[in-house]
């Protein structure tokens, strides 16, 4: 293994405690913890979970696209056809 490099962060001591607790029943350290995640960062280019759940308007927005592509249904066989149908449409409005 290369050099060690400390990492150091400032966070509230009870949620510290609290994860550290339930770290510890998984049988796992802070540190594992610390390090696993910025190993998969690394390696991945991402963070290896969610960062928010939708707000209110994207779920909304989610929920409308869902709900246009169901409706809709349009089934094209290449991208052509999709910009044709797409073209038409407009003409008709």
């Known amino acids: 293994m290369a050099a060690t490099a400390f990492v150091r962060a400032r966070i509230d001591e009870a949620v510290k405690d609290e994860a550290a607790a339930v ?18 960062v690394a390696k991945d280019h991402a963070l290896p979970f969610e960062l928010k759940v939708p707000n209110a308007e994207t779920r909304a927005a989610i929920e409308a696209s869902r709900a ?5 249904r349009a089934r ?6 999709m910009f044709d149908a797409l073209d038409q449409e407009a003409r008709q409005q």
């Open 23 to 40: 770290l510890a029943e998984l049988g796992l350290t802070v540190s594992d913890v610390v390090r696993m995640t910025l190993t998969r």
């Open 68 to 72: 246009t592509m169901k409706a809709r």
């Open 76 to 81: 094209f066989t290449d991208a052509q056809e």
